[in-house]
């Protein structure tokens, strides 16, 4: 069995795949397994791309290992490449079952739909313990980045310009008028200690009497 790792480049554009693959047969022909490296293939044509192996190891560990040092975060964001997925994981089952490894927000969205991509997140976020601490403890540190860079709020000092300020009113006629409005027939009520709204179709709760308590 061979192990090699090797740099697919398109001669039109100078885009390249990085990649491994282990095979009987060093002359197999192989050209990649990624999605956007395949579809580039069919667009350019083959004879427009040049296959360069750039090393060649004794085992898989060692393979993987070495692409994973090589296709990181930084390499796949980068514009002049095809890879879609960080390197060093190996095999499609554990890719397929973990594809928030291997494809970064900017790549996710760009290959689904906002709906399908809000839907994987949702999905990955309820089932996933790790992932949903990994989120929270995310958004809490962008959340305090904010509030030192910003103290007084990002909008803080800045205001709209007339014709953004007059296109805003005028995309809001009519949106909340009558049922379209959020507060239609409902009603604010107070216990002289909490308030809350309810529908004007309901009773008042004993103790409970029409209107709100303004908090000092």
């Known amino acids: 069995m061979f ?3 090797y740099q697919i480049t398109n001669i039109v ?3 390249i795949y990085v990649g491994v693959h282990k095979t009987e047969d060093m002359n197999d022909g192989y050209m990649g397994s990624g ?5 580039a293939i069919e667009k ?3 004879d427009n791309f040049r296959k360069n192996i750039l090393e060649t190891f004794e085992d898989s560990k060692s393979m993987y290992a070495r692409e994973k040092e090589i296709v990181t975060n930084d390499f796949i964001m980068r514009e002049d490449v095809y890879n879609l997925r960080r390197g060093g994981f190996g095999g499609f089952d554990f890719i397929n079952s973990n594809p928030e490894l291997f494809l970064t927000e900017k790549r996710l969205n760009s290959l689904m739909s906002q709906q399908e991509a809000l839907k994987h997140w949702k999905i990955k976020y309820n089932n996933d313990e790790n992932f949903r601490k990994k989120t929270q403890e995310t958004l809490e540190k962008a959340t305090e980045i904010r509030k030192k860079n910003n103290p007084n709020g990002t909008w803080y000092g800045k205001k709209h310009k007339n014709e953004t300020r007059k296109k805003m009113s ?8 009558g049922n379209k409005n959020s507060q239609f027939n409902t009603m604010w009520i107070t216990n002289g200690i909490e308030n809350k709204k309810i529908s004007k179709c309901d009773n008042i709760p004993y103790g409970w009497i029409k209107g709100r308590k303004i908090k000092n």
């Open 35 to 39: 999605k956007v490296i395949k579809q």
């Open 44 to 46: 350019y044509g083959i």
């Open 3 to 5: 192990y090699y790792l």
């Open 13 to 15: 554009n100078n885009k």
């Open 170 to 177: 005028e995309s809001h006629v009519g949106k909340h008028e």
